[in-house]
């Protein structure tokens, strides 16, 4: 499954919101810098999906706080 997500750094907490089924925003209080952020919105997004964190995998946007994740159920 492929989704869309806009990722919010700095932010008060670590969050997933779902805009509708392909749009999410990740909010979270990781800078995004050496790549910090993306392992967090990894992890944010797994325990979301309830999969793990091997099964996350950001195909577009590695340096952009817009992204395509592609999510595999197994």
Request: proline share 1%; net charge positive; hydrophobic share 40%.
């Given at each position: ?27 979270t ?14 992890k ?19 340096k952009?706080k ?9």
């Amino acid at each position: 499954m492929k989704i869309n997500v806009k990722v919010i750094t700095k932010a008060h907490k670590n969050i997933v919101e779902k805009i509708d089924n392909k749009n999410y925003v990740v909010r979270t209080t990781t800078v995004p810098a050496d790549g910090k952020a993306n392992k967090v919105v990894q992890k944010l997004l797994a325990s979301y999906f309830d999969v793990a964190k091997s099964c996350i995998q950001i195909t577009k946007g590695i340096k952009s706080k817009n992204k395509i994740i592609d999510i595999d159920n197994g």
